[in-house]
């Protein structure tokens, strides 16, 4: 368990690194007013990029599921906002759409539907989950009250606990599954000038909320 989580520390690790550089020459190219067909490709790097992403949580989910559920990687700022590990997908846009060119007519239809249908499926997922996470609860407080201990009570109690754990990975995926879509499909509304801004604007949301975590653990603390 440790080995694996110390693993997805160093990739994440790299891949914020990654990330930093990504930006960097993304925004760079935004300045220097790059053809469309350049502009492109480090859109396509940039979202690959965050697929990459998507792909070492669920390896790490699969070795322990606790991991990117709490999100333990994260900064304390980040773990505020978490939804299953991530950010809401119907959240997205109220992060990055702000941040680009205006959108026309047809486009601010898609990216309404967009919303929508990413609140409907998070609700599909999150009431299941809610629903295991009680009946876990239930399993594992269930011989809790009996006259004296029960050792094969107790067995068949954590078995049934732990086949239910391994129901949330099932949940990380939809959710992880469901952040990926939305990225990718907010994508192919966007022009490619704006698919670049709204890259730029999740990315330096993320990199403010580390900031804020960084500053926040710095700060002066008061005598008790």
């Known amino acids: 368990m440790w080995a694996g989580a110390a693993a997805f520390d160093m990739e994440y690790g790299r891949w914020v690194e990654e990330q930093h550089r990504r930006m960097c020459e993304l925004r760079a190219a935004l300045l220097a007013h790059v053809p469309d067909n350049e502009l492109r490709l480090l859109v396509e790097v940039g979202i690959a990029h965050n697929d990459d992403y998507f792909h070492l949580k669920a390896v790490a989910a699969k070795t322990d599921v606790f991991q990117p559920v709490s999100g333990i990687w994260l900064t304390p700022a980040e773990r505020c906002f978490l939804w299953m590990g991530g950010f809401r997908p119907s959240e997205l846009f109220k992060i990055v759409i702000p941040q680009v060119e205006p959108l026309t007519k047809e486009q601010l239809l898609g990216i309404c539907y967009l919303q929508e249908s990413s609140q409907q499926a998070e609700d599909a997922i999150s009431q299941p989950?809610?629903?295991?996470?009680?009946?876990?609860?239930?399993?594992?407080?269930?011989?809790?009250?009996?006259?004296?201990?029960?050792?094969?009570?107790?067995?068949?109690?954590?078995?049934?606990?732990?086949?239910?754990?391994?129901?949330?990975?099932?949940?990380?995926?939809?959710?992880?599954?469901?952040?990926?879509?939305?990225?990718?499909?907010?994508?192919?509304?966007?022009?490619?000038?704006?698919?670049a801004q709204a890259l730029l604007a999740l990315g330096d949301y993320c990199t403010r909320l580390r900031a804020l975590s960084s500053m926040w653990s710095a700060r002066p603390q008061g005598r008790g």
């Open 129 to 195: 989950m809610e629903a295991v996470q009680l009946s876990l609860a239930d399993t594992v407080a269930g011989s809790l009250l009996g006259s004296s201990p029960d050792v094969a009570n107790y067995m068949g109690q954590m078995a049934m606990a732990m086949g239910k754990l391994g129901t949330l990975e099932s949940f990380v995926r939809q959710a992880d599954n469901l952040r990926q879509q939305t990225l990718h499909q907010m994508n192919a509304i966007l022009t490619t000038h704006q698919s």
